[in-house]
């Protein structure tokens, strides 16, 4: 097949997989838009319920294709693909009407259960500090690994702030949820097991990191910046 092909890799029947971030930024910018999977289907010159495929399912279009729906959508294939990924947050410009809500406790626990980077804020020397750790979560207990040498290590036995957010540079978007408790070391081997069967990875730094820091919350609160989704009627544009 080629390039022009929009439906490289459409099986109806396949399996859903996880959705992709192209789905996902698909599904967004066309919601953003007040179009329907047909109007973005019509404008891109795409087969019937392929744009619905796209955005539930891992499917790989080809550049042709990508082109015509990144125009259908108003935007660029690299916004739509996530290639400004690599680029420091907050270089996009501010979304058009957005609005910061506050998190329920109980939607901060579904995203600190995404596991992942966060940062912990430690005192060090004297001075405040942010380390950038793996963690992980049991229960309502926040764990990350480091190593007695390292300088997360500073965290144990005083009050930490540990911090985890998430940025959508392509739609001015994003979430942080901030933990508030007492750290300190994991000691008991049955524990520690826990912890090392929970951990979504080891860390990404490397070496020999056995020492578990645990955090148990005195105060837990979020924020989520998102624009509100001003609809208007859809149409496709006019034929050339």
Partial sequence: MTDSDPDR???????VAHLSDLGRRVAARRQELG???EDVAVRSGSAPGYIQYLEERAAAPGT????RLADALETTVTELVGGTADLPPGLGEAGRDPELTAL????????????????VAVTLHGAPAVFP???TVDGDLVAFRTSPEAAPSAAQGHEVAFEVDHIDEAF???WSVLVVGDARAATDPGQVLRLE??????????GDRGLWIVVTPA??????IHLRRNRRPSSPPPAA
């Fill in 9 to 15: 890799g459409f099986r109806p029947d396949a399996p």
């Fill in 219 to 224: 105060e837990v609160t979020g924020r989520r």
């Fill in 197 to 206: 069967e929970l951990a979504h990875t080891t860390p990404w730094a490397g």
């Fill in 64 to 67: 042709g294709f990508l082109l």
């Fill in 172 to 174: 001015s978007e994003g």
């Fill in 104 to 119: 329920s406790a109980e939607e901060c626990r579904l995203l600190l259960a995404g596991h992942g980077v966060g940062r």
């Fill in 133 to 135: 750790v793996n963690y």
């Fill in 35 to 37: 179009l329907t999977c």
